[in-house]
Every structure is written in C-alpha cells, then in structure tokens.
C-alpha cells in the first residue's frame, strides 16, 4: 500500500506544479495585410479562433489587420480566415510557440481569379430607376456574391471576380415596388460581357425584353449590330416593324412590348469589329431565325439572347439611290438627323444598311438584282416603305422618292368599340371592321383617308369630313393601316378586317 501510494503523491504533486503554468497568458500579437488584384482590401473582416475562443477584426484603409490578444502560455494551432471575393473562406494556419509574441498572416484575395464586366438598366415602369441595388450570385444566392447600384440615369456598371470560377451562371435580383424580388441570370465565360436589366414595376400592358447578341461564342460589340423588331399579324401572317434598336455594351439590347402580341426580332451588323465575317459593304448581313417571341400577359420582362448565323448576302456590281423628302422642311432636305435606310427584301429582312445624307439622298451599293423594299428608319418619323424592282441589265436604278412626316398614332385595339385617337380630334371605329369604317371628326375639315396594306400598298384614298363612311367591301379581309391626313395633323389607326 504504502508504493500506491507514493505514486499517487507524486502524480498529485505534478498536477500541482503545472496548474499555475495552466493560468499564465501572454499577449500575442496578429498582423497582416490583405489584398485583392493586388491592391489592399480596406473593411474586411478578419476571423480569428484560437485555444477555443473566437474573434473579429477588421482591415484598416491600408488593407491592415492588427490585434493583440491574450493567449494560453502553452503552444498551440491558431486559425486566421477572411471571405474571398466569390463568398468562399480562405483560412491560414499558425502555429503559436510557447509565450511567442507576433504573428503574421497576410491574404491574398482572388489569386486566381477570373472576372466579367456586369452592364444594365433597371427601369420603374418605363422611367430609369436611380439608386437600386442589385445583388448579385453565383449560387443561386445561397450567398450573395457582391452589392451593386444604379446612378442617376438608371444604369450600372461593375466588374466582378468570379474567383476560380471560369464561366457558370450569375444571378442578379432586385426588390419590386410591391416588396418582392424579381430575378434575371445570364451564363458568362471568363471576360464575358453581361447584361442584367430589371423593370421595377410592369407598365401597363407591357413587358420589358433584354438580351444579347451573340456571334459564335463571343458578344457583340456596342454599335455593331442592328437590331428590328418585327411585329406579327395573328390574321394577315403579315408583319410589319414596330421598333429598331443598336447593341449596346456586350451586344446588349432592350425593347418594351405589348402583351398579347407576337414579334419577331432579326438583327443585321453595322460596323465589322471581328475577322470572322467576311467584309461587307451594305450587303452582307445576318439575322436572327429563332422562333416568334410571343407575349402572354407577362409578370413584367424576358430575357431572349439573339444569334447571328454566319449566312450574308452575296455582293453584286448593281446599285439603288435615291431620295428623302421631309414634309416639315417642304422637301429641302432632313430636318432633324440623317436617319438609317434599310433595304429590305419582300419577306421583310433586312439586306442592307446605310445613313441619309444632310440632303436626303441615299444609295446601295454591291447588291444583286432582285425585288425589294426601302423604309428609312428614323423615329418620330412615318414612313411606307417602297418597293423597287432592279433587273439584271440594269447597273442603277432611281428609286421613288421616300416621303416622311412627323405623326400621331392612335392606340391600338381590337375591340368592337370605336377607337379614339390621344387628341379626341378623330374616331375610328369599328375594329374589326367588315364593309365599311366610320370616321368622325371633332372639328368640320377636310381630310384625305388612305387604307394602305402593312406592305405599303395603296388601296383605298378619298377625301371626308366632319361624319363620314368609308365603304371598304372590296377590300379583302387582313390587316391595313388607316391614315388620315387633315389640313394640321396624320393620323394612323392600324384595323382589321374580317
């Protein structure tokens, strides 16, 4: 007995001895910098976890981190970790020696890191929203991966690291003005260009369309392409175009519809940027053959990226000119810019591209011998396009003058109600109609009436006043666009027959 206990003296006399070395701390003190792109990240929180406890420190405006804490005497593994610019934590392992006093451990952010250049506009209905943030994902915000905002006009900019991440999906969301989130992703690649644009609050019967032209597997560039928007008559199969538009930053591109309506988009380069397309002078072009966008009633935006094929237009060795006349100015000449002149095939694809001169004179240059359509594309502005017929043996051929004026449209309907124009000065009605229209006038004047078919066809013109019908039983059923031409203003009615 007595051997026990000797040995249990002796173990309580070791465990006597070392509990006043178990109360001993020192102060230890951790330093480091860090940096992201190899500039120092100021506000960053740094963690720190050792001998089982945990604490937070923050880099300076040097990208510094320094604190001094009070640790155990004996030697251990502290733990130091920050967040990467991607949401991932990056942790440094320290080994602390017995009463050692400094520590460091510096970071480097997105060492490997690839990047893509976010772009957008965020909208409240149709007017720029300033001030929005966006937040920003790469996994389906199971973390958010940056904050950005709009300025005063509505847009943004940023570029963002992806860290390890060379291409994937980025999720960007904002809040709705009825408090939820409305959402929009993109799929990008090291060094892609994206755009992600928002409509805060849906415009009355309308939808926001965003997306981006792509050539291969690579953007657009801004002012290279041409985007038209096509609109499509459910009865006639006709389609006429409803808007234009150029690519912005990444071959971004953004148009407001009407619901309930089915457009087609086709797009047609400006400027060649790329050596992968053949070099072109107002013939080569591409467009887009996706399916017909169709717009139900949306919550509020779609998002529709448009290839370019690589089929154009061969070149020829014959030429069209021709002429632009501006009522405003009573044919002296363009009042306002020098607006785009499209050729147009019979199907209504665009072949061709060129800018007016000051004096209204345009021409095409290389084509081939064909049938086609010329519409100048100048907003604020109507036009009916004219159609030229170019034979082989002709080298040049002078195309009818184009006529355009500034207008007034009515807003559209398909009800049986009669439609009355912003000002009340007309009425149209019925829509659809059968054998005749019904015009009528708010004030006594005479007006020239023109029924003229979406391919810009003359059908029907005569002059009325005051109350009027307008018999049109030997117009067949399909969709035409009803002017009215008075002595102050145009009006334009688009109506269907049935």
Same mark, same amino acid.
């Given at each position: ?14 465990? +006597?001895?070392?509990?006043?070395? +178990? ?10 910098? $860090? ?13 720190? *976890? ?20 009070? $640790? ?28 050692? /006093? ?10 490997? *890191? ?32 940056? &904050? $950005? ?10 570029? @963002? ?77 006709? @389609? ?12 971004? &591109? ?13 797009? #047609?380069? #400006?400027?060649?940027?790329?050596? @992968? ?17 169709? %717009? ?12 370019? *094929? ?14 632009? %006349? ?13 607006? +785009? ?5 019979? !199907? ?27 519409? $100048? ?18 080298? *040049?051929?002078? +195309? ?17 109600? !009669? ?24 004030? =006594? /004047? ?20 005051? =109350? ?18 008075? !002595?102050? !203003? ?9």
């Amino acid at each position: 007995m007595s051997e026990v206990w000797f040995k249990k003296y002796l173990i309580g006399a070791f465990i +006597a001895l070392l509990i006043p070395f +178990a109360s001993v701390s020192s102060p230890l003190e951790i330093l480091g910098v $860090v940096k992201e792109f190899n500039q120092k990240k100021v506000e960053t929180k740094v963690y720190i *976890n050792y001998f089982g406890k945990d604490t937070v420190t923050y880099t300076d405006t040097k990208g510094l981190y320094d604190i001094i804490l009070d $640790v155990p005497f004996n030697s251990g593994y502290i733990l130091i970790s920050t967040v990467d610019c991607i949401g991932d934590t990056i942790e440094n392992f320290a080994y602390y020696a017995t009463n050692q /006093q400094l520590i460091v451990s510096d970071f480097e952010l997105c060492k490997s *890191n690839f990047r893509t250049y976010l772009t957008g506009d965020v909208f409240y209905y149709k007017l720029p929203a300033r001030g929005v943030r966006i937040e920003l994902s790469l996994n389906k915000f199971r973390s958010i991966l940056e &904050y $950005v905002y709009t300025d005063s006009s509505g847009h943004f900019e940023a570029y @963002m690291g992806t860290g390890t991440i060379r291409s994937g999906t980025m999720s960007a969301r904002v809040m709705d003005c009825t408090g939820r989130y409305i959402y929009s992703s993109a799929d990008f690649s090291d060094g892609d260009t994206l755009d992600l644009s928002f409509v805060k609050c849906k415009p009355p019967g309308e939808t926001l369309l965003t997306g981006q032209i792509s050539r291969g597997t690579n953007y657009a560039f801004k002012d290279e392409v041409k985007l038209l928007l096509y609109s499509l008559d459910r009865d006639s199969k006709e @389609m006429y175009i409803a808007d234009s538009a150029t690519t912005k930053y990444g071959g971004a &591109y953004k148009f407001f519809l009407s619901d309930y309506e089915s457009y087609l988009i086709k797009a #047609m380069p #400006m400027s060649n940027h790329s050596i @992968m397309y053949p070099t072109y002078t107002n013939g080569s072009t591409f467009w887009d053959e996706d399916p017909v966008i169709k %717009i139900v009633n949306l919550e509020g935006q779609i998002r529709k990226n448009v290839p370019m *094929n690589l089929n154009y237009q061969g070149l020829g060795n014959q030429s069209i000119s021709g002429n632009i %006349i501006n009522e405003s100015t009573q044919g002296k000449g363009l009042s306002r810019n020098q607006p +785009a002149v499209l050729l147009l095939s019979v !199907e209504k694809e665009p072949l061709a591209y060129t800018y007016a001169e000051p004096n209204g004179s345009y021409k095409f240059e290389k084509i081939t011998s064909g049938e086609y359509f010329i519409w $100048v594309d100048d907003p604020g502005k109507r036009t009916i396009p004219v159609k030229v017929y170019l034979d082989r043996s002709t080298t *040049n051929i002078e +195309a009818e003058e184009i006529v355009v004026t500034d207008y007034r449209i009515a807003p559209r309907s398909t009800s049986q109600k !009669e439609i009355v124009n912003s000002q009340n000065a007309v009425t149209f009605g019925p829509n659809p109609f059968v054998n005749f229209i019904r015009l009528n006038f708010k004030q =006594e /004047q005479p007006a020239e009436v023109q029924i003229i078919s979406m391919s810009g066809t003359l059908l029907k013109s005569e002059m009325l006043s005051n =109350e009027n019908t307008l018999n049109t039983s030997d117009i067949p059923n399909g969709t035409y666009l009803i002017v009215v031409n008075t !002595e102050d !203003e145009i009006y334009i009615q688009r109506m269907i027959k049935n």
